[in-house]
């Protein structure tokens, strides 16, 4: 049974462009997470997803960031117009998301994002 | 809001030295409680966790009791290896829905020299 899988695992962007980030959850998991490393700090909540819907975006930066979780595919975060400070490892974790939780979130191994 | 607050690193043992890393937290509610261990490149992985005050969690030798007088969750191991050098992250959260999410602290690196 394949672990969460994240691809790319490393990405360059040069300022101004746009960065694609994307999670496949597990097999049989409906609920993704975001987080971002920063360095020299914890992991930031970014946002929630199930499938079509956003439960909770309350780590997002409000401009420039966007995250789905379409019906078919994988989620993707989406940075428009990267800046430095962009630049972390963004990680994604899923779970069953069943009723009775919580439900350990696993980890896949990461984006890491570098603005140049 | 939510927080947790590890002590400051980074830590460096002999093998077979006894580990203990501290972990306070500040929730509303009853919490879950975690530890997640990052080795170097890879993701994060689930070391333990506890779900109610007393609990003990328990593996690879790596223990942690959920005390809410206290709001600690400290981690302890006997004897450490090589192997256990990694970044360890005490993290919460709470049962489901938006509270599902996973607060971490800051984590602290653990080198385990020969």
């Known amino acids: 049974n394949a672990g969460v899988m994240q691809n790319p695992r490393h990405l360059v962007r040069r300022r101004g462009q746009e960065a694609r980030l994307r999670c496949s959850p597990m097999?049989?998991?409906?609920?993704v997470y975001w987080y971002r490393q920063l360095p020299e700090e914890g992991l930031k909540f970014m946002v929630y997803l199930q499938k079509e819907n956003i439960i909770d975006e309350s780590g997002m930066p409000k401009e420039r960031f966007s995250a789905e979780f379409p019906k078919e595919g994988p989620s993707i975060l989406r940075i428009q117009q990267v800046v430095r400070g962009d630049s972390a490892a963004y990680f994604c974790?899923?779970?069953?998301?069943?009723?009775?939780?919580?439900?350990?979130?696993?980890f896949g191994p990461g984006t890491r994002l570098t603005v140049t | 809001g939510n927080s947790v607050t590890q002590m400051e690193g980074p830590v460096t043992l002999s093998e077979e030295a006894f580990l203990t890393i501290n972990c306070t937290y500040t929730a509303t509610g009853y919490p879950s409680l975690f530890w997640y261990v990052q080795y170097p490149g890879e993701g994060l992985q689930l070391l333990l966790k506890a779900t109610k005050a007393d609990d003990k969690g328990s593996n690879k030798g790596f223990e942690a009791t959920y005390r809410k007088e206290t709001t600690s969750f400290h981690l302890e191991k006997g004897s450490v290896q090589v192997s256990d050098s990694a970044v360890y992250f005490c993290?919460?959260?709470?049962?489901?829905?938006?509270?599902?999410?996973?607060?971490f602290g800051k984590g602290i690196t653990l080198s385990v020299r020969p």
């Open positions: 097999k049989g998991h409906s609920h």
């Open positions: 993290a919460l959260s709470g049962y489901t829905g938006a509270n599902s999410k996973l607060t």
């Open positions: 974790a899923s779970s069953p998301g069943l009723a009775g939780g919580p439900y350990e979130q696993y």
